[in-house]
């Protein structure tokens, strides 16, 4: 059993079009997160939702909008795509967000991640 | 913002070399934590690290965290074709009343057999 699973694994599209990545985690945890790793490896926080209420918003485009149903779903959805947003987009989630020094509910748990290709 | 660098960006080594990645923090962290990449995979949690001058040891890596917690290292004794794949560490950071976790750059392993 997956304990955060993404899909799709693999998505090419074209310039323009909008494309969704789903994901799920069935650990309990209260948080999630959505990053990107570019093609250089650099890991770069994009959103993170707690309890369903978005609490980490970075610079990223309008394009980009995350919707949490509920705690155990968080979703990606990308407008007008570019070619720039090729990427691999990792879901993960933690039991909190504290960033306490002895709370290990800040340990992150990441899904296989989603390839996205914009041709 | 906060900026967490690691060095080095690759490191290739004969099997049997020892390897040591060290991530340095522009400010004081309450706790740094170490994930793994495999080629093809996804980040997975190795340590988290919280007091200063704390060292940890599993089996062939040891983690190190600085004296003044702004920095950190990662030790392999012995690589093995296993070891392959990116080091981070990531350190969290407060912005707006919340925390989130800021990635090294990373460091990439290859271990030649």
């Known amino acids: 059993d997956t304990a955060v699973s993404q899909t799709p694994k693999y998505l090419v599209t074209q310039m323009g079009n909008d494309k969704s990545i789903k994901c799920e985690q069935n650990l309990g945890h209260d948080t999630m997160y959505w990053y990107k790793q570019d093609s250089k490896k650099f890991l770069k926080i994009m959103f993170s939702y707690n309890n369903k209420e978005l609490i980490i918003n970075e610079t990223v485009p309008n394009r980009f909008s995350p919707k949490s149903p509920d705690k155990a779903h968080l979703n990606l959805h990308i407008n007008s795509l570019e070619l720039g947003d090729s990427a691999v987009y990792f879901c993960?989630?933690?039991?909190?967000?504290?960033?306490?020094?002895?709370?290990?509910?800040?340990?992150?748990?990441f899904g296989a991640g989603s390839r996205l290709t914009v041709l | 913002g906060q900026q967490v660098m690691q060095i080095p960006q690759y490191q290739h080594v004969q099997e049997g070399e020892d390897f040591t990645t060290y991530c340095n923090s522009s400010t004081t962290l309450s706790n740094i934590q170490w994930y793994k990449q495999r080629p093809g995979g996804h980040p997975v949690f190795l340590i988290q690290?919280?007091?200063?001058?704390e060292v940890k040891k599993q089996k062939r890596l040891t983690f190190q965290f600085g004296e003044a917690k702004k920095n950190s290292s990662l030790h392999i004794t012995a690589t093995q074709t296993t070891d392959v794949g990116t080091y981070f560490c990531?350190?969290?950071?407060?912005?707006?009343?919340?925390?989130?976790?800021?990635f090294g750059t990373g460091t990439r392993l290859k271990v030649l057999a």
């Open positions: 690290l919280v007091k200063s001058g």
């Open positions: 990531a350190g969290p950071w407060r912005s707006s009343g919340t925390y989130k976790y800021i």
């Open positions: 993960a989630s933690s039991q909190g967000y504290t960033g306490l020094a002895f709370s290990g509910a800040n340990v992150l748990t």
